[in-house]
C-alpha cells in the first residue's frame, strides 16, 4: 500500500470516530442525562438566587405555639394610692385598743363642730359644701339645700336644713373619734385632737343610716355598703392613723390589708 493511500485511510477513520462521538454526545443530551451547569446551590439554571418562601411569627402567634404562655397570676392591685396606703399601713404599729374609759367627745375632740382652718365658716357647712352638689345658702357659709350621693351606699340622698331633716345627711368621722381615741389620741395634745376631728381628710358627707351603722367602728367591723368605694375609704383611714401616730388593732389591720389588696 502506497503512503498516499495509507494516509488516506487515516484521514477516513478520523473523520468517523469525529462523527460518532458527536452523535452520542447529542443522544445524551437529548435525553437528560447531562444536564445543564449548576454554580452553587441555591441558584436556578438562568443563575438567578432560589426564591425562598418565609413565614414572619408575629408576637401573638410566637406564644401560641405547643408551649404556650402561661396566664397571668393574680397580684393585688398597683392603684398608686393603694401602694401607697400599704406602705404606710406596713409602718404604723399594731396592738390591741386601749380602754375606752373617760372618752368625751366634746372633751376630748373639741365641739362639734369648729373653725380650725379660720374660713369664718365651720367643719359641718365646709364638708357640706364640699361633697354635695346644687347647694343653696344662707349668707356665705350655712348649707341650706343640695343634693348628695352618698359615697358609702351610692344612693342620691336629698338634705333640707331642718329639725326633722338635717339628719338625713351626716358628717362621718372616717377613723371614729373613740376609735382614735383607743388607738393612741389619748397622747396627742389638745389641739392635735381638735384637728384630727375637723381634718377634711377624715370627714365624708354621708347618709345618716350608714353613719349610724357604723357607729366607732373600725375596719374589722364596719365597711361601706358600696364596695367600689372601700379602697379610698380605707385609704383615708390609713392617712389619718399615719398622720396623728395612731396605731392599728390586729383584727383591724388584717381587714385593712384584705380591702388594698384588692384596690
Not at 185 to 193: P, V
Not at 201 to 230: C, E, H, I, M, Y
Request: glycine share 10%.
Amino acid at each position: 500500500m502506497t503512503s498516499r493511500r495509507r494516509r488516506s485511510r487515516i484521514t477516513l477513520t478520523s473523520v468517523l470516530v469525529v462523527l460518532a462521538l458527536a452523535v452520542g454526545g447529542y443522544a445524551l443530551d437529548a435525553t437528560g442525562v447531562l444536564g445543564p451547569d449548576t454554580d452553587a446551590a441555591g441558584t436556578t439554571a438562568a443563575g438567578g438566587p432560589t426564591a425562598v418562601e418565609t413565614t414572619t411569627i408575629g408576637p401573638q402567634q410566637a406564644s401560641s405555639g405547643a408551649s404556650p404562655a402561661s396566664s397571668p397570676t393574680v397580684s393585688r392591685g398597683t392603684d398608686a394610692d393603694a401602694v401607697r396606703a400599704r406602705t404606710q399601713l406596713a409602718d404604723l404599729p399594731v396592738k390591741g385598743k386601749a380602754a375606752g374609759t373617760g372618752y368625751d367627745r366634746t372633751g376630748d375632740f373639741g365641739s362639734a363642730w369648729l373653725d380650725v382652718d379660720h374660713n369664718g365658716c365651720d367643719t359641718r357647712n365646709d364638708v357640706l359644701a364640699r361633697d354635695l352638689a346644687d347647694i343653696t345658702r344662707e349668707g356665705r357659709c350655712k348649707v341650706l339645700t343640695g343634693t348628695l350621693v352618698s359615697p358609702y351606699t351610692g344612693a342620691t340622698v336629698d338634705f333640707v336644713r331642718g329639725n326633722t331633716t338635717s339628719t338625713l345627711v351626716q358628717i362621718d368621722h372616717v377613723v371614729a373619734l373613740e376609735n382614735a381615741w383607743r388607738t393612741g389620741a389619748q397622747r396627742l395634745t389638745e389641739a392635735e385632737r381638735q384637728a384630727l376631728a375637723n381634718d377634711p381628710v377624715n370627714l365624708f358627707a354621708v347618709d345618716g343610716r350608714s353613719n349610724s351603722q357604723k357607729g366607732s367602728g373600725d375596719a374589722a367591723t364596719w365597711l361601706p355598703a358600696n364596695k367600689a368605694f372601700r379602697c379610698t375609704y380605707i385609704e383615708h383611714q390609713v392617712t389619718v392613723k399615719a398622720k396623728y401616730r395612731l396605731w392599728v388593732a390586729p383584727a383591724e389591720r388584717d381587714a385593712m390589708v384584705r380591702v388594698l389588696d384588692a384596690c
